[in-house]
């Protein structure tokens, strides 16, 4: 089964170092932006169901709505990335968040805080308790962390659907 | 968003345009990449992959536009704007252009674009967290001050009555045994109130409290008084101590004479303790000069151990001792020419030091110093003198102080040159006295019971008559630094001495107090010489009658109706002789009549008023 998603959220919150992470096992300390789409494969074994992601990171715009409509087309599911140490990624997230519902016609939505290897436990939790969003996983492409599971949990989530 | 016109499909050079059938199958594709690009396979999801998706989605008569796709042909990654288009027959049409290099153009600007911003994120976190780091560092140096102050006044106390009585003990006649350990407990305190002093002081520096007081002074006559104080230490060690100064050096500077003092004085104690035998020179000359200053250089040079070239910049760090070696076997933390550095950058000037080990040091400071033209300041007293202490005799002086010690020791400094001496031991009790007793001058503790210092400060200032009202004040003060000091000059305070002090300490301020409270400035009364009254009557009526009111209202206080009215008199024939009439005749009713003590108070506000006003300078 193949399925098509989107890694969405600002610039630099590390969006492409998830993918890379995920997919190719790998990380960079250098930061390169993504221009356009870069779009990776990637297999899934959930419970004996092989499903097969089609990737798609998306730039890092930095408005949701500038993320070009047709890029949403046949999305099963979505990862809304953001950075635990940058207020300005996480801000209004919950109107942002219903954007790319509408958009995305989905509400298979993943929302990952990244970048956890850069805070102390504690700043994480004041980071939670003040999003005001549930938070389905706090994760570091750096010290990979979380990161199969936040992709596993999107997996399974488009499954059920 | 899907668009439902398509829009006219042009042959580009460059792009590629294909057909697929409904399920998918090429029919037909024109473009230049063509052969190249598909010969991975026939099928438009074997041939784009990333097209999977949204080919579904689309439905007859939609076109999806995905423009920066990654796409690998044949191993040659490309970056590509697509368009695919459904048409209402079922089958599909895809356009591609391979626009790499413009998204690699547009990538770079982003890429800067996007670390510049990174880049200011982290320096405005960074700017945060160095807020946060200063304010912590300004607590804890505002708490170090704190705690210093608070501790220096709770060792200075006590230390004050050791010094003060040691000092005493010397004056009596002891056996060489006694004297040998009364030197040692001196030599103890001084040096304790030495350290006290130090570190006082770098914190003063460091938490930027530290005021540089520019007022005129005699530069030779500094460093006299200055060297001088070493002089017995240089002899004991039998060392030639001497200054060498150059012929152009003005009479008078403007500048901080104790700061700059300080300094000399701390790197002339350095040299002597270094030096085991030879001289000690310290020389002044002026470097450079303008108009309206000099360039001033002083020079401290000894034949002592010296400092090895690598120690030569760590001596003027704090708690360093490089002076060849280890220096601990001589006392001291470290902290002197630390202190000398911060006091001479702070005065705008630079301090350097040439040395070789075994051969001596030579340490210059060059100050910039303000020429004072001759006739336009007043000289500054740097001792007493003789007539300074003429001022002593038969003075009355209150001490107001609660702490038993510190009590006794002033009554013995004072009761030594003859003056009167009353003590009382909380602030209440000292206006009390002020209202009875021909007091001349005030010692006032600061930290007593029942009514502080500053509240009886406050009270004398505010609510007592002219001239009790006016009455000098010295603050004995437990802490230092300049915020208590403008403090209590705030409050009405004329000097501050702050513990512990010397008994010629104690002698110079309070000669100095009297000196300014007797000082000769014009008042109104200068505009009344004529043909009637002459200079030296206006001189007597200034000296004289504060005297004559204050015993007025002494007998006012005490209710010694025989006193009053004999006081009354006594004022009258003053107010007569420099026609001042309408106080002439207050005075007359005040012995004549028969009056409550209210009304005589009344009328006794309005004299005070009127001998004020005529006391008050002329602006």
């Not at chain 2, 668009?3 to 792009?15: D, I, R, T, W």
Request: aromatic share 6%; hydrophobic share 40%.
């Amino acid at each position: 089964m193949q399925k098509k998603i989107l890694l969405v959220g600002d610039f630099g919150v590390g969006k492409s170092s998830l993918v890379e992470r995920f997919v190719y096992s790998r990380f960079s300390e250098e930061y390169k932006s993504t221009i356009g789409v870069v779009i990776s494969k990637k297999e899934l074994n959930l419970e004996g169901l092989v499903l097969k992601f089609l990737i798609w990171d998306v730039a890092g715009e930095r408005e949701i709505s500038e993320v070009p409509a047709s890029y949403y087309l046949g999305c099963s599911g979505l990862l809304f990335v953001f950075d635990l140490t940058r207020p300005e990624t996480w801000v209004g997230m919950s109107q942002r968040l219903e954007t790319i519902r509408q958009m995305s016609k989905s509400d298979n939505i993943i929302v990952v805080g990244n970048k956890s290897d850069l805070c102390e436990p504690s700043q994480i939790e004041q980071v939670l308790d003040k999003i005001g969003v549930r938070v389905d996983a706090v994760t570091s492409a750096r010290s990979d962390d979380n990161v199969d599971r936040a992709f596993h949990e999107l997996g399974r989530r488009i499954v059920n659907d | 968003m899907i668009e439902k016109k398509h829009p006219p499909l042009l042959s580009v050079a460059g792009s590629i345009i294909c057909r697929f059938d409904s399920d998918g199958r090429i029919t037909k594709c024109d473009g230049e990449l063509t052969k190249e690009a598909f010969s991975s396979g026939n099928n438009i999801f074997e041939i784009c992959d990333f097209l999977y998706g949204t080919v579904e989605s689309l439905v007859p008569g939609d076109q999806a536009s995905l423009a920066g796709i990654h796409h690998v042909f044949n191993g040659h990654e490309l970056i590509i704007d697509a368009a695919v288009l459904h048409d209402d027959d079922g089958s599909f049409v895809l356009m591609m252009r391979d626009e790499t290099s413009r998204y690699q153009a547009i990538n770079q600007l982003n890429q800067q674009r996007n670390e510049a911003d990174i880049m200011q994120h982290r320096l405005s976190r960074q700017n945060e967290q160095l807020e946060i780091l200063k304010d912590v560092a300004e607590t804890a140096v505002r708490t170090r001050t704190k705690f210093l102050a608070t501790v220096s006044h709770e060792i200075r106390t006590p230390l004050n009555a050791l010094i003060g009585f040691v000092e005493l003990l010397t004056e009596q006649e002891l056996t060489s045994a006694q004297a040998r350990q009364v030197s040692a407990i001196q030599a103890a305190g001084q040096s304790l109130t030495g350290l006290l002093n130090d570190i006082l002081d770098l914190s003063k520096i460091e938490s930027g409290k530290y005021q540089i007081d520019n007022k005129p002074f005699s530069l030779l006559k500094m460093l006299e008084g200055t060297v001088g104080l070493c002089r017995n230490l240089a002899d004991s060690k039998g060392l030639n101590l001497s200054i060498e100064s150059g012929q152009d050096i003005p009479k008078q500077v403007v500048g901080d004479r104790m700061r700059l003092s300080q300094v000399v004085l701390n790197l002339v104690t350095n040299a002597i303790k270094f030096t085991d035998r030879g001289h000690v020179i310290v020389r002044v000359k002026v470097a450079d000069s303008t108009d309206t200053s000099e360039l001033v250089e002083f020079e401290v040079e000894d034949t002592g151990r010296g400092i090895a070239s690598d120690k030569q910049q760590q001596i003027f760090e704090e708690f360093s001792q490089n002076q060849a070696g280890d220096a601990n076997e001589l006392g001291g933390v470290g902290l002197g020419l630390a202190i000398v550095k911060q006091l001479v950058n702070a005065m705008g000037g630079n301090i350097e030091v040439k040395s070789e080990p075994g051969r001596g040091s030579n340490f210059r400071i060059r100050l910039p110093l303000e020429r004072v033209v001759e006739g336009s300041q007043k000289v500054v007293r740097s001792g007493i003198d003789a007539a300074g202490l003429d001022l002593l005799n038969d003075i009355y002086v209150l001490l107001a102080e609660d702490n038993r010690l510190n009590q006794q020791y002033v009554r013995e400094i004072l009761s030594a040159r003859d003056c009167k001496v009353s003590v009382v031991g909380s602030g209440e009790a000292a206006i009390q006295v002020l209202k009875t007793e021909p007091i001349d001058v005030v010692f006032m503790d600061v930290l007593m019971p029942e009514m502080n210092g500053d509240e009886a400060i406050k009270e004398i200032r505010e609510n007592l008559l002219f001239p009790l009202n006016k009455i000098p004040i010295i603050v004995l003060s437990g802490k230092t630094g300049n915020d208590e000091a403008t403090r209590l000059l705030n409050l009405g305070a004329n000097e501050i001495l702050v513990k512990p002090y010397q008994p010629d300490a104690l002698i110079r301020v309070l000669v100095e107090t009297l000196e300014k409270s007797s000082s000769t400035e014009s008042a109104e009364v200068d505009n009344r010489i004529s043909n009637d009254i002459s200079a030296e009557m206006i001189d007597i009526y200034r000296s004289e009658t504060p005297n004559y009111l204050r015993d007025l209202l002494l007998a006012l206080y005490a209710q010694n109706e025989r006193r009053f009215n004999f006081q009354a008199h006594k004022m009258q024939s003053a107010m007569w002789v420099m026609e001042y009439m309408e106080t002439y005749e207050i005075l007359a009713r005040l012995e004549n009549e028969s009056l409550s003590f209210e009304q005589r108070y009344a009328l006794c506000e309005q004299v005070c008023r009127a001998v004020e006003n005529s006391l008050r300078p002329i602006k």
